[in-house]
């Protein structure tokens, strides 16, 4: 089952590879990855999404935690969260991806007789399904942000 | 006054009570090296081989439970302290290992010995560091000595670019009162409630066993367990690497558990009610197939690190704590509780080990038999070696079936006196390990056992043996073939010897001995054998390398059946199944 890792780690060098390094070392993939500074800037949050059982996404939390540059880990596919993704696409003038992307909060960027640019977000289910849909034809860029998220309620992570 | 990053570092490690460096001077390391010379505190031991600084310090840790130090040049100087920095990572010994870098503007540019060290370690260490301002030099060793030596210890590497060591500029020195990370909080006491759960369990155990490990001994725990079993009476296993936490000569000891563990020990594990794991990890060297593993028995594990805990084997009880604080906690409440312990239970249970030691035990007094075959075997000369040394030496050795024989016949009484790669099974590491220890305690006899195939491994520290005049015991078991493998190749290859022999081709190990100022003595007979022993040994300062040619179609039993073995299905002989 598909997971979201969130993780607190110290804005300092070489902190995001001793995370990514890990997922490898332990023999775990990393599906995506989004990271940068929060609050003060002294700390990062990543967001960090994979596929395992309970046993595996323990023992990475586990193994995660012991870095010793990681203040917090939570897994937030434990509980309530809201997920989300952003993508942003660029294709040749195409009115079914137009319509696919408006239908998943679509904002147009760029627009000219060749290229049109456009960004969208949704649950990254949603954004699967999305890209299914657009197929190959017309097609030229797709970045992904990858999923982020928080928990539901009053439930926060914090240092 | 002002002081240079060179000092600055000696003056911190000065300041952290470090008595030795291991190290290997180089480019990147120089301006380190010129603030050695000019200070007392510390003394450098000049290695032959980087690998060999990382296993001396290493080795001094072990058998001192103080953090061991080296210092190697950046690019080939660091690369070959890896091995050693992985062999103390999966052991979790306590290691600062400083490597030179090159000058920071020169990084990533693939200068001259340049070699990204931060990345390289990476996997294999606890944490790193890379020096970006020389005054944050000391701050950065207390740090890493912080961080190496509390909760679960393990290596960490500090690289310093030469830049941030220039003798032409000069920083305050200061000290911090006490360390605190915000992301590291290492001290963690184990949860009541978990104890008195624990607690219930144990005491109603009929099938107890304590399985212990070597963070019974990182921990200082061994008194703590010896106090536990004067109550449980249970019997006890240890590890490889716990050898020495519970006292070999006690009566409810079983000896080692595992692949080759003895045959008590295994059935012991595999038809125990509770299995009482402490400071140990379930390694796959111990489950044999973990679905297959003790399938009647709950589990106590106490451990500092959660993620050993239901890594491999689930957990029924999980304590989450240092082994000490655990076990004294456990021992109060166990002292509380109104739970009777079933004695019969526990006594019938310890007849029924009694009855497996008795049908396939290990045979202790083989070096007695009047039968002398005209080879020597290998469990012999460790038996001989026992009683030679009283039992009372720090041991350390390599890898191997060598190995498997001194954890199996040497006797281990006290903890930090058996010292061996066990996680990540490095040959080479014996005889500067050794060098470690006997720095350490130069009034005490070590021993380093080895074989012909490992010690060539890191053969060149002979010379560093002289240089400091660290007269270590070496005996050779020498079998003429790399022996695991062989055995491997014997039992599931056919007996086909791909790469496992080299007989034609060995060195004459008592003239390589000579050559670098040591004592090289022979033995090919068993009737030599005691005889030599008693001699070396009677050579208080000298480096003597007892070479001793032994059986080589010996194999290493009892050896659990893999794959799809329990432990309770062992060889126990040649061609023999339990």
């Not at chain 1, 954004?127 to 942000?145: F, P, Q, T, V």
């Not at chain 2, 190290?23 to 980087?50: M, T």
């Not at chain 2, 690019?75 to 052991?91: L, V």
């Amino acid at each position: 089952m598909k997971r979201i890792i969130s993780i607190l780690i110290e804005n300092k060098p070489g902190a995001l590879a001793r995370v990514v390094g890990l997922f490898h070392q332990r023999g775990y993939n990393i599906e995506t990855l989004n990271v940068g500074p929060v609050f003060d800037g002294t700390y990062s949050r990543m967001s960090v999404t994979t596929r395992g059982s309970e046993n595996d996404v323990e023992q990475i939390t586990k193994q995660i935690n012991k870095i010793i540059d990681v203040i917090k880990v939570s897994d937030l596919t434990e509980g309530d969260h809201h997920e989300y993704e952003f993508i942003m696409i660029k294709f040749r003038q195409s009115e079914k991806i137009q319509k696919i992307l408006k239908g998943l909060n679509g904002k147009i960027h760029e627009k000219n007789k060749d290229v049109m640019v456009m960004s969208a977000w949704g649950p990254s289910g949603d954004i699967d399904i999305a890209i299914k849909a657009i197929g190959k034809a017309n097609l030229l860029e797709i970045a992904r942000s990858g999923s982020i998220g928080l928990h539901e309620g009053e439930k926060i992570l914090k240092i | 006054m002002k002081l240079s990053g060179g000092d600055l570092l000696m003056r911190a490690l000065k300041d952290e009570g470090v008595k030795f460096i291991f190290g290997y001077p180089g480019g990147a390391a120089l301006h380190i090296y010129d603030s050695i010379f000019k200070q007392n505190a510390c003394e450098h031991i000049l290695v032959r081989h980087e690998q060999g600084a990382t296993h001396a310090a290493d080795g001094y840790s072990r058998a001192t439970g103080k953090p061991g130090v080296a210092l190697v040049t950046s690019g080939p100087g660091a690369t070959n302290a890896i091995t050693g920095i992985a062999t103390a990572y999966m052991d979790s010994i306590p290691l600062v290992v400083i490597s030179g870098q090159v000058q920071s503007h020169l990084i990533g540019t693939d200068s001259f010995q340049e070699t990204d060290m931060i990345g390289i370690s990476r996997p294999i260490v606890k944490h790193s560091f890379i020096v970006k301002n020389t005054q944050e030099i000391p701050r950065i060793i207390q740090e890493a000595f912080y961080i190496a030596t509390t909760g679960r210890p393990g290596p960490v590497v500090i690289d310093i670019p030469k830049d941030k060591t220039d003798p032409s500029k000069l920083y305050e020195y200061k000290r911090a009162k006490e360390i605190f990370l915000r992301s590291y909080q290492p001290r963690v006491l184990p949860h009541p409630g978990q104890i008195k759960k624990a607690c219930k369990k144990i005491l109603s155990a009929e099938r107890p066993v304590i399985y212990a490990g070597g963070g019974v001994i990182l921990g200082n725990a061994h008194k703590e367990l010896i106090a536990l079993n004067k109550i449980l009476k249970a019997p006890v296993t240890n590890t490889l690497m716990g050898l020495g936490a519970y006292p070999a000569k006690d009566k409810y000891f079983m000896g080692m558990l595992g692949m080759h563990g003895t045959y008590q020990a295994n059935m012991a594990m595999h038809n125990a009610d509770v299995i009482i794991a402490i400071g140990a990890r379930f390694d796959d060297r111990i489950t044999n197939t973990p679905s297959m593993f003790a399938p009647d028995a709950k589990i106590v594990h106490i451990d500092v690190d959660p993620a050993s805990i239901s890594k491999i084997i689930n957990a029924d009880i999980p304590i989450v704590g240092q082994v000490k604080e655990s076990l004294l906690a456990l021992i109060k409440e166990i002292k509380r509780s109104k739970i009777k312990i079933d004695s019969e239970a526990v006594d019938n249970w310890n007849m029924q080990i009694s009855q497996w030691r008795a049908k396939h035990g290990l045979d202790h007094d083989l070096y007695l038999s009047k039968i002398k075959s005209s080879m020597i075997a290998p469990q012999v000369v460790v038996q001989e070696l026992y009683h030679a040394t009283q039992g009372n030496a720090f041991v350390t050795s390599d890898v191997g079936q060598h190995q498997m024989f001194v954890a199996q016949y040497y006797h281990f009484n006290k903890p930090r006196r058996w010292i061996n790669s066990g996680g990540l099974g490095t040959m080479g590491f014996g005889l500067p390990a050794a060098m470690g220890v006997k720095l350490a305690f130069p009034k005490q006899e070590v021993v380093c056992v080895t074989g012909e195939g490992s010690i060539q491994m890191c053969i060149q520290e002979l010379s560093t043996c002289l240089q400091y005049n660290l007269p270590i015991k070496i005996i050779n078991i020498n079998n003429e073939a790399l022996g695991m493998v062989r055995q491997w190749q014997d039992m599931n290859y056919g007996g086909r010897h791909s790469a496992s022999t080299y007989s034609d081709s060995l060195p004459d190990f008592v003239k390589l001995a000579q050559s670098y100022g040591h004592v090289g003595m022979k033995v090919t007979q068993q009737s030599q054998l005691k005889k030599t022993l008693d001699k070396a040994f009677a050579m208080k300062d000298r480096l003597v390398f007892i070479d001793v040619y032994v059986d080589p179609n010996e194999h290493v039993y009892p050896m659990l059946v893999s794959p799809n073995g329990s432990m309770k299905d062992m060889w126990i002989k040649k061609n023999t199944k339990a």
